[in-house]
């Protein structure tokens, strides 16, 4: 449902308003804007602070159309929608900022992320790839095989994962739910052993899984997912 909502709401909203001109916004002197613009600056902060997003949101939106060219606002907008979970809308804005910055790390984030909660996953994967290429960000690598494999892009999720394999930091961790609800951290590397794991087992190829899970045991032996999609490669 969120995802047809989504599309449904792209479909709409095709031509991104952020990226027209100054000329197509009634001009103001410049002290009576920059006024305005420290009266809103001000009732934004205050919402903060005072946890209410709503008019929090609804100063970015002033602020926004007296300041087209400034893309801090409606970084802050998407920003603001996806604390609040608004998903949709905050892939939305993101994704307006994004036609007009693309190396926007910021909004890369919050589209990928937000693109992902609607479950719109191949969206989601461009952003996630595009993180990865600006930031070397092997979390960022580690969601993109994810997707590709949830997608059945197997070639591409192997190839992301080797990638990962070889570039994982000792230090780079994953979270993961048990079966009894609680969060076990792992290392990169292992993470992406099991993954590739579950990418030949989805493929038929039980050997080669085989050998990625127990791989993956090996760097982390109480890796209980593994384990799991190790007695289903037997």
């Known amino acids: ?11 709409l909203c095709a031509s991104p308003i952020i990226a027209q001109t100054a000329d197509s916004i009634p001009r103001l002197d410049q002290k009576t804007k920059k006024v305005l613009n420290t009266q809103d600056q001000a009732s934004y902060q205050l919402a903060l602070r005072y946890a209410d997003p709503l008019v929090a949101r609804t100063k970015l939106y002033e602020l926004m159309v007296r300041n087209p060219e400034d893309m801090r606002y409606p970084e802050l907008l998407a920003g603001l929608y996806f604390e609040n979970n608004l998903y949709t809308s905050a892939a939305l804005v993101a994704m307006d900022v994004l036609s007009v910055n693309d190396k926007s790390v910021g909004a890369l984030e919050i589209a990928a992320y937000a693109l992902e909660q609607v479950g719109a996953l191949d969206r989601a994967l461009p952003h996630f790839e595009s993180l990865y290429l600006l930031t070397g960000d092997n979390f960022s690598l580690y969601k993109s095989a994810f997707i590709q494999y949830s997608i059945k892009r197997y070639d591409e999720a192997l190839n992301s994962t ?5 570039n994982a930091k000792a230090d780079d961790k994953i979270g993961f ?3 009894d ?15 590739k794991g579950m990418i030949y087992l989805d493929q038929g190829s039980k050997p080669e899984a085989k050998t990625a899970f127990e791989e993956a045991i090996q760097l982390d032996p109480t890796y209980e997912l593994a ?5 289903k490669a037997q």
Do not use: C, H, P
């Open 1 to 11: 449902m969120k995802r047809v909502l989504f599309m449904l709401l792209l479909a």
């Open 162 to 166: 080797n990638m990962l394999i070889k």
């Open 177 to 179: 739910n048990n079966s």
């Open 181 to 195: 609800g609680d969060t076990q951290e792992v290392s990169m590397k292992a993470a992406a052993l099991n993954l």
């Open 227 to 231: 384990k799991e999609n190790l007695k």
